[in-house]
Nanobody, 115 residues
């Protein structure tokens, strides 16, 4: 069955960077459009960035230029490079397929941006 394991989060100062990773198993990863989602405290989960099976990418407008999504199909890995982080980026970050995610969600990885 599908399993998604996110990692790479942590505490970072405003303006800092983090690289998130997601390891997928139990699925034919390369055929799926994948995405990073995030959920901030008290808010609904939102899609941050997605990458098609072809490699084309798309981002939430407010994040363009700061976040970069990428994938390595050979290793079933999804990545999110986050630069110039802001306190509003504080959230739990999840990976899943897009636009309709699997019912299964991993535990996510916590990103906290604070001085």
């Amino acid at each position: 069955q599908v399993r998604l394991v996110e990692s790479g989060g942590g505490l970072v100062q405003p303006g800092g960077s983090l690289r998130l990773s997601c390891k997928a198993s139990g699925i034919n990863f390369k055929i799926y459009n994948m995405a990073w989602y995030r959920q901030a405290p008290g808010k609904q989960r939102e899609l941050v960035a997605h990458i098609l099976s072809t490699g084309s990418t798309n981002y939430t407008d407010s994040l363009k230029g700061r976040f970069t999504i990428s994938r390595d199909n050979a290793y079933r890995m999804l990545y999110l490079q986050m630069n110039s982080l802001e306190p509003d980026d504080t959230a739990v970050y999840f990976c899943n397929k897009a636009p309709v995610p699997f019912d299964y969600w991993g535990r996510g990885t916590q990103v906290t941006v604070a001085s």
